[in-house]
Every structure is written in structure tokens, then in C-alpha cells.
């Protein structure tokens, strides 16, 4: 149907592929034809019917293709709304096209001079009018498309500028901190610094190089997430244990805000779920940590239950807070990489903006869905739920016995806890860069451990072959994989050659997707990222030369 009012036409649209057509001629014959073939390709038509009613129709919308008749010229109207058009128009893909009854007759110079873009002679009907409409059509689609085409560029272009803008405040600024706190602390005439200042400056650098490697290995998850080299492993986890890590982990820094934590269940919860546990509470760290991080006074609740008796049992939990809330006109785009619901520079919390993109993908990959409710000023809601696996022979905990569990305030952990797990044994350390030679090594001495090192692949394949050949091989070498001379993918491969058995960690910076398994395919034994927790890293080095298991290389020897 075509209209003759002012009545805005629908949008543009691949959903639709209409096309906004206005064609302005008197009613006619011709008229009649032109419609029906635009109408047979799809288009939208419009009849405004003099200038007063162009106008009105360009402050609602504005067309790809006008047809003007050039018998309005004996009206006077036709260059007055042509005039209109181009004023109104001027950023707008729209082709011009005049209706005229004999080409040849036309004065093109005057017409052209007016931003015309072609001539059509009146069609004698409606099979005639779509033969030479439809390439005007194809046109006006393509330039619709380009128009839209380059909104999109514009938008990612200022995306992208918003995101480097906002990554690199985010990552200088830690930096910065961990700069002015190390300067402080090598001012020898310094004599303000007392050991509670120095003791403060130290752990103000710990706090913020950690803050910058999470910002950093969100980055890298989020590039993992869109490669598709993420892999989810599902195995038997707790879901009790999940929450009553989460509850340890943030409980703390919560009520050092003053603000409420609490952990809740509703009905009986399975002793296990089939889910990858690694996900799931990186999920919940994300999302728990930003109620947190966006509440300065009231509570952080987290509400768990399981829908054990769905075809595909869910475990459903809630994240509520009453924080400073999310603007209606920003949830929409909420979880999309790089997006805040505060962009401006002036914003009171930080971060890369990637964690909420990270949470829904990791979420949609254990087979679930998130969804947020906000109102500005009053608080978020976040409700996540995941499958679960078959719970038909899984134990059900009830709901007081499950709640009793999470309520045990954990153990204190020792002041010592460090030093209780001790290293026995030799260790090659190759690691060309000085710094964290001093650092690496001190930890594992501190922890029992004797340590050799070295500043190159090649030293480390020379020392580990000529230990081996004198019966008193190395009970691990730790293998950084970018080294001057001989890096360490070639010398763990020369080793391998050479008959070597004993254990190989790659212990290296690089954390791209694929990074573990090219380092494994050389013959590394295990994987370990740099920058390290010095609990985590003893504790892993131990499951090679720990206390507790000595005879872990003669074993291994005599297997070869």
C-alpha cells in the first residue's frame, strides 16, 4: 500500500528490505505505474503532494530514492522542492531522479545543477515503469547499505578509541603506583619512612602488579573466549565447595567495606555437579567482585537453589546488591568486550571492561544463561544459571546440613604456612632475566630447595645433560621459553633428543591460546605462568621435589 500523507515509513531494514521511496507527481497514469513497480520491489512509497508536506516528511524520516516529476516546474514547485530535499538531505544516500515525458527535451545543465542524479521518461505501464526502476533500486539499496556500512565503522572506530583510551588509563595507573611506591622505597635520604611505611609501600606494589596481571590475563581470556581455544572440562565438583570459595575469598573484603555478606540457600543441594568448577568460579569472582567493587554501603547477597527436577537440572544463582546501580539505557550493552556502563573519564571505579563478556561466554559454554535486573541508585541483580549433569544417583545434602557446612568459619591459616611446604632436591632454573632470577630462586631456596642457574637455553641443555651423565640429575628444570642463544622450546626438544626423562616445567610469560600445548608438544611436562604466587609455586614445585616424595627422580631413572 501506498500512503499520501506524512506518516513516517518503517526504517531501512535487511529484516524488511524495504526501501523508503517518495515519488512526487501529480496523479496520473504514469503515477499509478511508477508505484506498483516500486511496490513489486519492495519499496515503501510515499506521495507527499507539495513542499509543506516534504518538509514534514523530512523531520520524521528520509527516503533512498525520490522521484520528482518535472511537470511540477509548471507549478513552480518542482526546483523549490528539489532545493528542500538537497538542504535536508545533504548527508543522507538519497538518489534524485526527475520524471520527465521526453528526454530529449530536458535541460540537463539546469537540472544537474540542482544535484540531480538522473532522468527516467514517464513508463507507459507498470511492466515498462519496474524495467527501468530496478537498477534505481539496486542503487538506492547499496548506497542505504554503504550509509550503514559506514555508521558501523564509525561506531567500532570509536569503540575501539574508547577502549584504548580507557585500557591505557587502566594499565598505567597500577604501573604508576608500582613505580612511585619502588622509587619511595630506593630514596636512601629518605628518613620519613618508618618499617610500617616500608612494610605498607611493599605491600601497596604486591596489591597493584597483581591488579595489573588480572587486568592483563582478562585481556587474554576474552581473545582465548573469541578464537574458540577455550575449553570447558566438565568433572564431579562440589557446588558447596564452589560457593564456600567464594564466600573466603570476598567475605573479607566486604566487611572491610562495611558492608554486609551473605551466602544463602533454598532447598537441598546435590553433593556433586558435572561442571567445570575453573569456570564457573572465575565467573562468580567476576561478578561478585564487581557488587562489591559498586556498593558502598548496604549488603552483598549471593542466593543459591537447584532445580533438580528439570530435564536438564540447573544450578541457579543470584548475585544481589545495593549498589550504585545500572542505567536502563546501558543494559542492553552490558556484556558486549570493552563496553562500561560508565565510559566517562571521570568514573569512580576502574577496570578494562571485559569481565561481564568474559562471565556470559563462560556461562553460555556450562550450558546456562545470565540475566541482569538494575535500577540506578538502588542495586543490581544477576542471576546466572548453569546445567548440572543427571542428578538421579547424585546424594542430596539438605537444606540445614548444607547451610551448617558453609557456615564454618574457615581455619586460620598459619603465619607460617609458607615455609611448611619444603622443597629437598636440586633445581635448574634457566631464566635469562636477572630480576627474576633473584626472585624465583629466593623463593624456592627459602623453601628447602638447591638451586642452579642459568641465563640461556643452551646452558640449561649443557648443565642438565653433563648432571645426568654424572648420576646427579636435576630433579626439575624450570624452562623459560624466550632465551637468548637457544630458547627454551629448542632446548627442551634438544634435551628430549638427547634421551633426557626427567621433568621439564615450562615456566614462561607468554599466556596466549595454544601457548600450553606448543610447550607440551616439545616435551615440557607441565606449563606455569609467570608472574608467580609464591605459595601456588612452591606448592606446585613440590609435586616434583617435595618432602614427601624423594625418590622421585631414582624412580623415574629407573624407568628409563
Not at 201 to 229: M, P, V, W
Not at 261 to 289: Q, W
Request: glycine residues 8%; aromatic residues 4%; proline residues 5%.
Amino acid at each position: 500500500m501506498h500512503n499520501s500523507d506524512v506518516t513516517p515509513p518503517p526504517a531501512n531494514s535487511p529484516a524488511t528490505g524495504k526501501l523508503d521511496t517518495w515519488v512526487i507527481m501529480p496523479s496520473c497514469a504514469e503515477r499509478e505505474a511508477i508505484v506498483e513497480a516500486l511496490e513489486s520491489l519492495g519499496c515503501e512509497v510515499r506521495l507527499p503532494t507539495d513542499a509543506q508536506a516534504v518538509i514534514e516528511l523530512l523531520t520524521r524520516t528520509s527516503p533512498s530514492l525520490v522521484l520528482l516529476s518535472a511537470c511540477l516546474c509548471q507549478r513552480g514547485l518542482s526546483e523549490q522542492m528539489v532545493e528542500t530535499l538537497r538542504d535536508g538531505l545533504s548527508q543522507e544516500p538519497c538518489s534524485f531522479v526527475v520524471v520527465v515525458k521526453d528526454a530529449d527535451q530536458v535541460d540537463a545543465a539546469s537540472w544537474l545543477a540542482l544535484g540531480v542524479d538522473e532522468f527516467l521518461e514517464a513508463p507507459r505501464n507498470t511492466s515498462s515503469a519496474r524495467f527501468r526502476i530496478a537498477p534505481l533500486c539496486r542503487i538506492g539499496r547499496l548506497r542505504r547499505q554503504l550509509m550503514e556500512a559506514e555508521g558501523s565503522a564509525e561506531s567500532a572506530t570509536r569503540t575501539k578509541t574508547e577502549f584504548l583510551r580507557n585500557i591505557n588509563h587502566e594499565l598505567r595507573t597500577p604501573m604508576t603506583t608500582i613505580q612511585g611506591l619502588a622509587e619511595m622505597l630506593l630514596d636512601e635520604e629518605d628518613d620519613t619512612q618508618t618499617p610500617g611505611s616500608r612494610g605498607s609501600s611493599l605491600r601497596g606494589i604486591l596489591d597493584h602488579a597483581k591488579e595489573l596481571t588480572q587486568r592483563i590475563d582478562n585481556l587474554l581470556e576474552l581473545s582465548r573466549l573469541e578464537g574458540g581455544a577455550m575449553e570447558i572440562r566438565l568433572r564431579d565438583e562440589s557446588p558447596l565447595g564452589i560457593l564456600d570459595t567464594i564466600q573466603k575469598d570476598f567475605r573479607h573484603l566486604a566487611e572491610g567495606k562495611g558492608l554486609g555478606f551473605s551466602v544463602t540457600l533454598s532447598g537441598a543441594m546435590p553433593r556433586t555437579i558435572l561442571t567445570d568448577a575453573n569456570c564457573l568460579k572465575e565467573v562468580l569472582r567476576h561478578l561478585v567482585g564487581n557488587a562489591v567493587k559498586f556498593t558502598a554501603r548496604g549488603e552483598v547477597a549471593i542466593r543459591s537453589r537447584v532445580l533438580a527436577k528439570l530435564s536438564r537440572p540447573q544450578w541457579q544463582l543470584e548475585i544481589r546488591d545495593t549498589g550504585i546501580g545500572i542505567p536502563a539505557d546501558k543494559l542492553s550493552v552490558l556484556f558486549r568486550p570493552f563496553v562500561q556502563a560508565d565510559m566517562s573519564p571521570s568514573r569512580d571505579h576502574g577496570g578494562v571492561g571485559v569481565g561481564l563478556a568474559i562471565s556470559k561466554r563462560l556461562v553460555q559454554m556450562l550450558g546456562g544463561s545470565v540475566q541482569v535486573h538494575s535500577t540506578k541508585s538502588e542495586g543490581t541483580a544477576i542471576s546466572l544459571s548453569v546445567e548440572t549433569g543427571p542428578l538421579d544417583a547424585v546424594e542430596m545434602i539438605d537444606e540445614a546440613d548444607a547451610m551448617s557446612l558453609l557456615s564454618r568459619a574457615p581455619a586460620p591459616v598459619p603465619a607460617a604456612q609458607f615455609g611448611s611446604r619444603q622443597l629437598r632436591g636440586r633445581i635448574l632454573l634457566a631464566e635469562d632475566a636477572i630480576a627474576n632470577q633473584r626472585i624465583l630462586a629466593a623463593i624456592l631456596r627459602k623453601a628447602g630447595a638447591e638451586v642452579e642457574l642459568v641465563e640461556n637455553g643452551q646452558l640449561a641443555a649443557d648443565a642438565a645433560l653433563d648432571a645426568a651423565a654424572r648420576g646427579n640429575p636435576f630433579h626439575l628444570i624450570l624452562m623459560d621459553m624466550q632465551m637468548p642463544v637457544l630458547d627454551g622450546y629448542h632446548a627442551t626438544t634438544l634435551l628430549r633428543s638427547h634421551g633426557y626423562v626427567f621433568p621439564i616445567v615450562a615456566l614462561t610469560a607468554h599466556t596466549i591460546a595454544g601457548e600450553r600445548e606448543s610447550c607440551l608438544a616439545v616435551g615440557c611436562d607441565d606449563y606455569l605462568t609467570k608472574p608467580v604466587e609464591r605459595e601456588s609455586f612452591v606448592s606446585f614445585v613440590s609435586q616434583y621435589c617435595g618432602s614427601e616424595n624423594p625418590q622421585l627422580v631414582a624412580a623415574r631413572a629407573g624407568s628409563c
